[in-house]
């Protein structure tokens, strides 16, 4: 066999000492320049008009009424930057708004000069949250497989187009995947060595969890289970876990991180409504309905107030349209996230995916822990069918998935040995025996495959670079090839996956290049598009436009209702509104998500047949 260093070699000498320092701060300066360069040429999207003014309100009046359901931690993180510049925002009427919407509309109209400037210094904070996501994937992933695991796992969560997307908004998603991984590294250190100092920083990460969404309390019920069944699997199969504690011991600890978080969420609303009874809330859920008839009205709740609102708000919650595979419905669909994850992943994530789950010979139980979690909180949401809105819900995955994809340059221990080595100088003992000879050739075998292995990572690493570079700026409309390209991702997918209102500056800026004095106009948003200095006239279903060039957002082409212009008196209500331009040729399509027609050229091939 030859002495030239393998790929795996090659690999783990870029991922140890100064080099695997370095390779990681590279890995980070491309992903925040990636992300960057999106954020700053793209709108402001839906639920980023409503989240930043939240969070300043927050700030400057101190009143959480607004926060019942929306997430508290993101929105004040992200309006941090504001509370140094001359951000407007009259608090005379927020005590009066029934949820954050309106005050995202009162922010819009007193600072429409420099209102994306605004956003884009909350996106500064979102975009160090994804920067964190990355490092602790390389964190996690380095602890469980070692270096070379761990640099791999920062590259495929740090280039992936759904990270790059969703990482630089002004919305909790990045924010719960950040928390989710600390979450799980923070586990998996306490169930190897339970104690005071790793049960304080596990009930900090569950806590910072939920205060990004709701969907971090998952976690205090999926911790407790993962331990139960670690405990039951070392009662039949008894190992060296921590030898010198006790089970008793470790659920101590484990319900003191439980109840840390529980304070972490109270710190998080600033101690309002700590510990009220029962009987005080006027639920609108059926689920707390029947909890609240069942339970004394004593009973104090061990939640904020308002965060305790916020579940039942979330449960409440209802008449979302979902869209998947060319069907509209009310109700969700069981595979909507399935679905969603196989057409928006790069395919050279899922095939290696796909390869290390082959490639796994056992999973042992730190293996289990984010894999389990992973599959659960998924589970959750497809059975929940409650928001069919955007693969964002599940943004926490992809993260998991760069960890899963690290698996494959796991180092087992030990060098590995590529050439027989006779025992002794002697005649009869250099005469290799039988099952030495199988031995040796096993362990070549097992370095060709595990070099093929490296090779095959190399390759991923390198085709998703050339994904995210090919994709940029335009991240949120990614699909792969299998889905057909961001061309044909409405086959698939409507929504936050194609159109969530980004691409108003792309407009403005066709505009411009072409000449484009004013445009009739159906945008998917909150944000009027004047605010970006665009000159429209609303593009009413069944009437003549007005202007030789139409722009229709690709939700409401392809049969989403919403919100028109950002006009909340104008909610269109008909999917097949503008059902007669999807046989028309679009003259453009702006960032996936915007169509731009010529009605001129239209007429004159219609008349043409």
Not at 28 to 36: D, P, W
Not at 255 to 268: W, Y
Not at 369 to 384: D, E, K, R, Y
Not at 395 to 400: A, D, N, Q, S, W
Request: positive net charge; glycine residues 8%.
């Amino acid at each position: 066999m030859t002495n030239d260093p393998s790929m795996t070699d090659r690999l783990d000498a870029l991922a140890h000492g100064r080099r695997g320092k370095c390779c990681l701060g590279f890995l980070l300066l491309t992903t925040f320049a990636l992300a960057a360069g999106s954020a700053a040429q793209k709108s402001v999207t839906v639920d980023e008009f409503q989240a930043l003014p939240h969070g300043l309100a927050i700030w400057r009046t101190g009143d959480l009424h607004m926060a019942t359901g929306v997430p508290v931690l993101p929105s004040l993180l992200a309006a941090l930057p504001l509370l140094t510049t001359s951000a407007q925002l009259d608090l005379a009427p927020i005590a009066g708004y029934p949820s954050s919407w309106p005050c995202g509309g009162q922010f819009m109209r007193e600072n429409a000069s420099n209102y994306h400037a605004y956003f884009l210094l909350g996106r500064l904070v979102s975009l160090a949250c994804l920067l964190a996501t990355c490092g602790l994937a390389y964190g996690y992933a380095r602890s469980l497989y070692g270096p070379t695991a761990g640099l791999v796992a920062a590259t495929f969560a740090g280039l992936s187009p759904n990270m790059l997307a969703h990482g630089p908004l002004v919305t909790p998603d990045i924010f719960l995947a950040c928390a989710t991984v600390a979450a799980l590294w923070a586990f998996d250190t306490f169930l190897r060595r339970p104690g005071w100092s790793t049960a304080a920083v596990l009930g900090l990460t569950l806590g910072l969890a939920a205060l990004c969404k709701l969907t971090g309390l998952l976690l205090f019920m999926i911790f407790p289970a993962i331990t139960l069944a670690v405990q039951l699997a070392d009662s039949v199969h008894p190992t060296r876990r921590h030898p010198k504690t006790p089970w008793r011991a470790t659920w101590f600890t484990l319900f003191a991180a439980l109840v840390v978080g529980v304070l972490v969420i109270h710190l998080g609303y600033l101690g309002d409504g700590a510990l009220v009874p029962l009987g005080k809330y006027s639920f609108l859920s059926s689920q707390l309905r029947c909890v609240q008839a069942w339970l004394p009205d004593w009973l104090p709740v061990p939640l904020p107030y308002y965060f305790f609102l916020g579940v039942d708000a979330q449960w409440a919650e209802g008449g979302y349209t979902a869209y998947l595979l060319g069907e509209l419905n009310t109700t969700g669909f069981y595979h909507y996230y399935l679905v969603a994850l196989l057409v928006k992943t790069p395919l050279p994530v899922l095939l290696l995916l796909l390869l290390s789950t082959c490639r796994a010979r056992r999973l042992d139980r730190r293996d289990a822990i984010w894999l389990v979690t992973a599959a659960t909180m998924l589970i959750f949401f497809s059975l929940a069918r409650h928001k069919n809105i955007g693969v964002r819900y599940v943004l926490f995955l992809e993260p998991l998935m760069a960890v899963g994809i690290s698996r494959l340059v796991r180092r087992e221990g030990g060098e590995r040995t590529t050439e027989f080595i006779p025992p002794s100088s002697s005649a009869e003992s250099q005469r290799p025996k039988r099952n030495e000879f199988r031995s040796t050739q096993v362990k070549r075998n097992e370095f060709r495959s595990t070099n093929r292995t490296a090779w095959a990572v190399v390759a991923g690493m390198i085709a998703v670079l050339a994904v995210s570079l090919w994709t940029w700026p335009n991240y949120l409309a990614y699909f792969n090839l299998a889905g057909g390209g961001p061309g044909n991702g409405h086959r698939y997918l409507l929504d936050s996956n194609l159109d969530w209102g980004q691409d108003l500056i792309t407009l403005r800026r066709y505009m411009d290049t072409e000449g484009i004095d004013d445009i009739d106009l159906a945008y998917f948003g909150r944000v009027r598009p004047e605010v970006y200095d665009i000159r429209y006239t609303p593009l009413l279903p069944g009437r003549r436009p007005a202007h030789r060039h139409v722009a229709i957002s690709a939700n409401f082409l392809w049969g989403l209702t919403h919100i028109v212009n950002g006009d909340p008196t104008y909610w269109l209500d008909d999917p097949e509104a503008y059902r007669e331009f999807r046989r028309r040729r679009p003259k453009a399509v702006l960032g996936w998500s915007i169509y731009v027609f010529d009605m001129e050229a239209l007429d004159r091939h219609d008349s043409d047949n």
